[in-house]
T-cell receptor
Framework: LAKTTQPISMDSYEGQEVNITCSHN???????ITWYQQFPSQGPRFIIQ???TKVTNEVASLFIPADRKSSTLSLPRVSLSDTAVYYCLVGAGLDTGRRALTFGSGTRLQVQP | DGGITQSPKYLFRKEGQNVTLSCEQNLNHDAMYWYRQDPGQGLRLIYY???????QKGDIAEGYSVSREKKESFPLTVTSAQKNPTAFYLCASSIVPRLQRPTNEKLFFGSGTQLSVL
């Protein structure tokens, strides 16, 4: 399974852009990279997913370099409501014969006014 | 509305008691998962199931049991063998890709069950 490494915490201010980087050195050929957001006492929810290069949706962008050994979640102009824990997840991939999606410890983002 | 439902939201367990957490989904997803989350920590995988009548242990399966008799349901039993059961339990589901291609799997989570020991 591809293990992920993220910063434990980050601080930002309202209106700033926040970039959270995730390292996944042993990512498999068939693995997508997915980011989730979790608020206290709730289940994580999907933010964005990508395989290579750049993906953008209405809430975030995801940058993936050519070697795919890392990825960066970019949150433009954060607000107080973006205070949450963000998880980077890399799937097991069909070639491993297993399908067990393991979460790392996540990055706790605190947005200040 | 399609979704994944966990119940109850809060559950209390007495010493030596087994308790069962419910997880139901109407998304027609093949795979279902149980995670445990301790305060301030990430999610740890307890059990997962890719298909009906089959399931595999995750990283912390000791003291837990599951069943997958129906595609829609994946209940988790916290047995008396689990000596430290107090945690937030999350159930998730996803579609299992059938083809050999990048696996763009996406997890859908329930709202969780907070289990505490009396």
């Amino acid at each position: 399974l591809a293990k992920t490494t993220q910063p434990i915490s980050m601080d930002s201010y309202e209106g700033q852009e926040v970039n959270i980087t995730c390292s996944h050195n042993n990512i498999a050929t068939n693995d997508y990279i997915t980011w989730y957001q979790q608020f206290p006492s709730q289940g994580p929810r999907f933010i964005i997913q990508g395989y290579k290069t750049k993906v953008t949706n209405e809430v975030a962008s995801l940058f993936i370099p050519a070697d795919r050994k890392s990825s960066t979640l970019s949150l433009p102009r954060v607000s107080l409501s973006d205070t949450a824990v963000y998880y980077c997840l890399v799937g097991a991939g069909l070639d491993t014969g297993r399908r067990a999606l393991t979460f790392g410890s996540g990055t706790r983002l605190q947005v200040q006014p | 509305d399609g979704g994944i439902t966990q119940s109850p939201k809060y559950l209390f367990r007495k010493e030596g008691q087994n308790v069962t957490l419910s997880c139901e989904q109407n998304l027609n997803h093949d795979a279902m998962y149980w995670y445990r989350q301790d305060p301030g920590q990430g999610l740890r995988l307890i059990y997962y199931s890719q298909i009906v009548n089959d399931f595999q242990k995750g990283d912390i399966a000791e003291g837990y049991s599951v069943s997958r008799e129906k595609k829609e349901s994946f209940p988790l039993t916290v047995t008396s063998a689990q000596k430290n059961p107090t945690a937030f339990y999350l159930c998730a589901s996803s579609i299992v890709p059938r083809l050999q291609r990048p696996t763009n799997e996406k997890l859908f989570f329930g709202s969780g069950t907070q289990l505490s020991v009396l």
